[in-house]
């Protein structure tokens, strides 16, 4: 069970979650093809991921079209991550538009991707759909986040029922650590998860990739979701 000589899409794969999942999965074997908005970050991701073969599209995945005509580009492949995201948070005040970016920039993203996949992928493939803890425990300033991150969970099941024997399965991470600029912005939010898990600590990268990976390639595994969140999702 691993991903040996197979072809794994990583919509987001230019930085963060989706580019240790593409960094693992290229340990494993497996060719990786990368998309986002930034051909300079999917440049500098290419460097990093030890594949033999690194492909990389630029694409906003917002867009309906672009992301049908991304999947005619790629053509087969086996396993597909849809961690590429970008949307606000905030209290239920704010702006309607901006209280619409989680569905907009998170879930509807998703949905496109397993839509315009399905012709592609393989039947004994998997897709690894990305929400987030917050769905089971939400902290507050951030309503739409979580009722978006639910629908990620509810489309992971109803499409494990619809598109079987694909596989399709979701993560639903805790906080996950970063560095330079973004970590420093999000220090006491770090400090604050270490009170509010049971592991005491928030999660890394590669963490979340192990569990992707683990999706992948767990051929009796479909419709679950998993919580790598150090037990966020208990206390
Ligand atoms: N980090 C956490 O603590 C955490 C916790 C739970 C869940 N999550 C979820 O994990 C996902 C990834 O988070 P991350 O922290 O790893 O993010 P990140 O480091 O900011 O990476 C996001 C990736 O998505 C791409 N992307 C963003 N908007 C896009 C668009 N419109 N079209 C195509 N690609 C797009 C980015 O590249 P470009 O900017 O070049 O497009 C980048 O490759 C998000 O859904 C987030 O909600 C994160």
Known sequence: MNLQSQRVVVIGGSSGIGLATAIEAAKQGASI????????????AKKLIPAESVEAFQLNNQKEEEVQAFFEKVGAFDHLFTPGASYTRGPITIDTEKAKTPFEGKFW????AAKHAV???SRDGSIVLMSGAFSQRPMGFGATYGAANGAIESLGK??????APIRVNVVSPGTIWRDGPEGEQRAQAFEEYKEVTLLRRVGYNEEIAHT????MTNKFTT???LFP??????I
Do not use: C
Not at 38 to 44: I, L, V
């Open 33 to 44: 093809v990368i998309a986002g908005r930034s051909a300079d970050k999917m440049e500098q």
């Open 229 to 234: 969140d150090g037990g966020y999702t208990l």
């Open 109 to 112: 993203p998703q949905y496109f």
């Open 119 to 121: 012709p592609h992928i």
């Open 223 to 225: 419709g679950s979701v």
């Open 158 to 163: 109803a499409l494990a029922v619809e598109l």
């Open 212 to 215: 992707v990976l683990y999706l």
